[in-house]
């Protein structure tokens, strides 16, 4: 007979810690590979670090493909769980497996032909800038089955609690590209100097370790999913069901990467060390922002849980606890940016330049950051229940609707650090429409659950 599991019995407090803790930790190791990478291909010139800056849009959309579509398996399987429909999370599990496959064949293709052509979008073709750029992006795309496979495998932990063991598989994949970032980048040894292409091999291969290591795991450890592909078929309504909730979260990243795309273009008008600064800021915000999103990755499967099993309190009050862990983080970030902006673009040998440029605009973007923590609570919220195009909606308003327009016409005052001002703008926005989104979601949805205690903490299935 099943046990009950730890998300419907545990203290919420301390089940949103033991859910989220080993995946904010493990997205913080993410977070800091992400920064070495550009630490070590600026010590090859700044033309090697704008590449990579301007490679983020493509790079970023594979990620959200990939964990986009995880939310859906994610959500889906853990709201299975929770209304003990054992035979489904299963089967979700599987579909999830090929769609990740499906995925990767679409960037194969990109990175293989479309590499040259994005970057001549951007920058002229007889520039270092574009050579560093198509070998990063096309070697990062071509072998993506690893990055796919890893984050399937780690939502299927996630899915059923098991946090600590996803850890497990991240922490693996960030200390081998750690590693080999030095050795392959600056051809330290034996190894080749291959520069920007060496980051984009370190990168993949650490996916591709931690993809093997999370289907060891999963077999070993994770017993409330039989994952297998013996007979397996390709289930049209499971993957809608998974991409019903997977789509707007994917579609949030894709528009994150057109703006991040055009705001490029905005400040390649001014500068390629702006367009630089911009890339920094990205690797550096990584640090504050991937806390969060190892919250709400914790949170999301405790609020479907809750929902399939119909606990309103367990909820809110899971609502509740991660709001107020996610502003407290954003806080802390702020205070950081603020008073340590030197010392964080010295990382990235910054020039006069870069550090006339880099040090205001770090100050006036990381104003937004308390607002932000909370538009992204808010969103787990939405993901988890079904309504992920609700975080879709919020994300091109605040995106296409406000923050590209605003940079747009700051941009043309000629003054670049007024075009900063656009991110805490663009923020106000966000919150108002989410905080209407959410209003919406607890009536229709939330306040309509039967139970409104918590249960005894008893017979727990521990992770």
């Known amino acids: 007979m099943q046990k ?8 919420v407090k301390k089940l949103i810690i033991t859910m989220s803790l080993p995946m904010m930790v493990s997205m913080m190791v993410q977070a800091l590979y992400n920064v070495v990478d550009s630490v070590f291909v600026a010590k090859v010139c700044q033309d090697a670090l704008t590449a990579v800056s301007l490679a983020f849009p493509a790079q970023n959309l594979m990620i959200g493909v990939a964990t986009g ?15 003990k429909d054992y035979d489904k999370a299963n089967k979700i599990a599987s579909q999830g497996l090929f769609l990740a496959f499906l995925s990767f064949l679409l960037f194969l293709v990109f990175g293989l032909f479309g590499a040259g052509l994005f970057f001549g979008n951007q920058v002229d073709k007889s520039s270092p ?26 939502r299927l932990m996630q899915a059923t609690g098991k946090t600590t063991l996803s850890m497990i598989t991240q922490l693996m994949g960030a200390v081998i590209n750690i590693i080999l970032d030095p050795l392959l980048i600056l051809g330290i040894g034996p190894f080749p100097r291959l520069e920007a292409k060496g980051a984009a091999i370190a990168t993949v291969t650490g996916q591709i370790v931690a993809f093997i290591a999370g289907i060891i795991i999963n077999e070993k450890y994770n017993k409330e999913i039989k994952l297998t592909m013996k007979g397996f078929r390709p289930d049209g ?28 273009k905005i400040l390649l008008s001014f ?39 119909s606990n309103r309190k367990r909820i ?14 954003m806080a802390v970030g702020t205070l950081i940016m603020w008073l340590f902006p030197e010392q964080m673009l010295r990382l990235f040998d910054a020039g006069d330049e870069m550090m006339g440029i880099g040090i205001p605009a770090l100050r006036i973007i990381s104003t937004h950051f308390i607002l932000a923590g909370i538009s992204i609570n808010l ?12 975080s879709m909606l919020v994300s091109f308003s605040r995106q296409i609707l406000v923050l590209l327009p605003v940079a747009y016409l700051l941009s043309k005052t000629g003054v670049l650090n007024y075009v900063w001002l656009s991110f805490p703008i663009a923020e106000m926005v966000s919150l108002m429409v989410s905080l209407l989104f959410f209003r919406f979601v607890y009536k229709s949805l939330i306040s309509k659950l039967s139970k409104d205690t918590e249960p005894p903490e008893s017979g727990i299935r521990e992770a």
Do not use: H
């Open 69 to 83: 579509t995880g939310v859906g398996i994610n959500a889906l399987l853990s709201r299975s769980l929770g209304a």
């Open 379 to 390: 969103t787990a919220a939405f993901q988890a229940l079904g309504k992920s195009y609700l």
């Open 271 to 309: 500068t390629s060390t702006a367009a630089a600064v911009f890339g920094v800021y990205f690797k550096l915000q990584s640090f504050i922002f991937m806390p969060i999103f190892g919250l709400n990755n914790g949170v999301i499967p405790i609020i479907a849980f809750n929902y399939g099993a």
């Open 237 to 264: 309504r499971l993957i809608a069901e998974i991409y019903e909730i997977g789509i707007p979260s994917i579609a949030m990243v894709a528009i994150g990467s057109v703006m991040t795309y055009c705001f490029n």
């Open 129 to 154: 800038i574009y050579s560093y750029g198509v070998d990063y992006l096309t070697v990062v795309c071509a072998a993506s089955f690893g990055l796919f496979g890893q984050i399937t495998m780690e």
């Open 4 to 11: 009950e599991n730890k998300m419907g019995v545990m203290p």
């Open 316 to 329: 809110t009050d899971t609502m509740r606890f991660s709001c107020l862990i996610a502003v407290s983080i």
